[in-house]
């Protein structure tokens, strides 16, 4: 039986001026789709061909009123993407005149159509010319009452999968004698391990080596410290989801790297994965002397 699932789906990100278009759009990059700003839609057609020949499925592309000569077009090469299988979704967002109002004076900037005239003058000028595009639109956002946050959220129950609603953790081993990794979110300190380096059958080893890998995690403390880190990482994952931060980098010390960082998280990956998480794995200082 042949498949139903579309070749591809494009999602249109448009509405007005200050209403968190940009927002948007940084939150559909995070979840992991190919975002592009305000291509003329004569070439949407052969962007997407471009794309799906390169495997990217998901595609993002953003319209505000500096496209509006070519608002027009719009339509019609949504029409050919559809006849060509292209799942296509129209999301505009709006807020409120006296919202828009408040974003744009804290940011200083005029509205794309306000001219010489006033703010308001910009914003009827946008409603009039996005009016036929909103009544088109498959969804509807008003970030009035949204917090960036909040908006981020939204756009991510509408266009997440299974891969993004879930937490992505980035496993990193670090030697303390080379500095703390400035990207990390969470530090453990493994150093309260006995050290492999002074077992000289383990020394030239890394944690990587199932000798040292054994040394390590049959330590007394060893499976009650995987314990209680596992248990903290799923206390706080909730929380990091709702903050819309899907990728948190977890970082494990050892005095050089080498032996007992990289031993435990070797073995927290598995025990992540198991959980529904998402893991990479990077020892940082593997190698270094």
């Given at each position: 039986?042949?498949?139903?699932?579309?070749?591809?789906?494009?999602?249109?990100?448009?509405?007005?001026?200050?209403?968190?278009?940009r927002?948007?759009?940084?939150?559909?990059e995070?979840?992991?789709?190919?975002?592009?700003?305000?291509?003329?839609?004569?070439?949407?057609?052969?962007?997407?061909?471009?794309?799906?020949?390169?495997?990217?499925?998901?595609?993002?592309?953003?319209?505000?009123?500096?496209?509006?000569?070519?608002?027009?077009?719009?339509?019609?090469?949504l029409?050919?993407?559809?006849?060509?299988g292209?799942?296509?979704?129209?999301?505009?967002?709006?807020?409120?005149?006296?919202?828009?109002v408040?974003?744009?004076?804290?940011?200083?900037?005029?509205?794309?159509?306000?001219?010489?005239?006033?703010?308001?003058?910009?914003?009827?000028?946008?409603?009039?010319?996005?009016?036929?595009?909103?009544?088109?639109?498959?969804?509807?956002v008003?970030?009035?009452?949204?917090?960036?946050?909040?908006?981020?959220?939204?756009?991510?129950?509408?266009?997440g999968?299974?891969?993004?609603?879930?937490l992505?953790?980035?496993?990193?081993?670090?030697?303390?004698?080379?500095?703390?990794?400035?990207?990390?979110?969470?530090?453990?300190?493994?150093?309260?391990?006995?050290?492999?380096?002074?077992?000289?059958?383990?020394?030239?080893?890394?944690?990587?080596?199932?000798?040292?890998?054994?040394?390590?995690?049959?330590?007394?403390?060893?499976?009650?410290?995987?314990?209680?880190?596992?248990?903290?990482?799923?206390t706080?994952?909730?929380?990091?989801?709702?903050?819309?931060?899907?990728?948190?980098?977890?970082?494990?010390?050892?005095?050089g790297?080498?032996?007992?960082?990289?031993?435990?998280?070797?073995?927290?990956?598995?025990?992540?994965?198991?959980?529904?998480?998402?893991?990479?794995?990077?020892?940082?200082?593997?190698?270094?002397?």
């Amino acid at each position: 039986m042949p498949s139903t699932e579309p070749t591809q789906r494009l999602v249109i990100v448009t509405g007005m001026s200050g209403a968190g278009r940009r927002t948007a759009a940084h939150a559909m990059e995070d979840l992991g789709w190919y975002v592009v700003d305000n291509l003329p839609p004569v070439m949407l057609p052969g962007l997407s061909d471009e794309l799906a020949r390169t495997g990217t499925r998901r595609v993002a592309v953003g319209f505000d009123v500096r496209s509006r000569e070519q608002f027009e077009q719009l339509p019609e090469a949504l029409m050919k993407l559809r006849a060509a299988g292209v799942e296509v979704t129209v999301m505009f967002l709006e807020a409120s005149d006296d919202i828009i109002v408040q974003r744009q004076e804290s940011n200083r900037r005029p509205l794309p159509l306000q001219g010489d005239g006033r703010l308001v003058d910009g914003m009827v000028r946008e409603r009039l010319l996005l009016a036929d595009l909103r009544a088109r639109a498959d969804i509807v956002v008003n970030t009035s009452g949204l917090t960036p946050r909040q908006l981020t959220q939204r756009v991510a129950n509408h266009f997440g999968d299974d891969r993004t609603d879930t937490l992505r953790v980035a496993l990193m081993s670090f030697g303390f004698k080379n500095g703390l990794p400035i990207d990390a979110d969470i530090v453990f300190d493994v150093r309260f391990l006995p050290n492999p380096f002074w077992v000289p059958a383990l020394r030239p080893k890394t944690g990587l080596s199932p000798d040292v890998a054994r040394y390590v995690l049959e330590q007394p403390a060893a499976p009650a410290f995987q314990k209680h880190a596992l248990a903290l990482l799923e206390t706080m994952a909730p929380g990091y989801m709702r903050e819309g931060k899907r990728q948190v980098t977890v970082a494990v010390g050892c005095t050089g790297g080498k032996h007992r960082s990289t031993a435990i998280c070797e073995a927290l990956a598995p025990q992540l994965r198991e959980r529904g998480y998402g893991v990479t794995i990077l020892h940082r200082d593997m190698g270094k002397e």
